[in-house]
């Protein structure tokens, strides 16, 4: 069984950075793509960040250029790297990885201060 774990959130300042983990327990799967998704209360999941096993990315428009993403594909691991955070990057950000089905991780939070 699948279990996409997060790691990495917390606190932060306006301006400030965090970097997100999400490592996949058990076998090695070669997910075909695997990203990162945020959702705040009374909002739609939403798209921050996608990769696929050949490194090819797209962003939400709302992070472009102050967010990262990377995966290592040898340990099915990927990242985020998050830059001149705003509050409204407050939210709670999700895993995600895809191969043959969805699989999502149980989420971690991330709050801006301003």
């Known amino acids: 069984q699948v279990q996409l774990v997060e790691s990495g959130g917390g606190l932060v300042q306006a301006g400030g950075s965090l970097r997100l983990s999400c490592a996949a327990s058990g076998s090695i799967f070669r997910f075909n793509a695997m990203g990162w998704y945020r959702q705040s209360p009374g909002k739609q999941r939403e798209l921050v960040a996608r990769i696929t096993s050949g490194g090819s990315t797209n962003y939400g428009d709302s992070v472009k250029g102050r967010f990262t993403i990377s995966r290592n594909n040898t340990n099915d691991t990927v990242y985020l790297q998050m830059n001149s955070l705003k509050p409204e990057d407050t939210s709670v950000y999700y895993c995600?990885?895809?191969?043959?089905?969805?699989?999502w991780g149980q989420g971690t939070q991330v709050t801006v201060s301003s």
């Open positions: 995600r990885a895809d191969k043959g089905r969805i699989y």
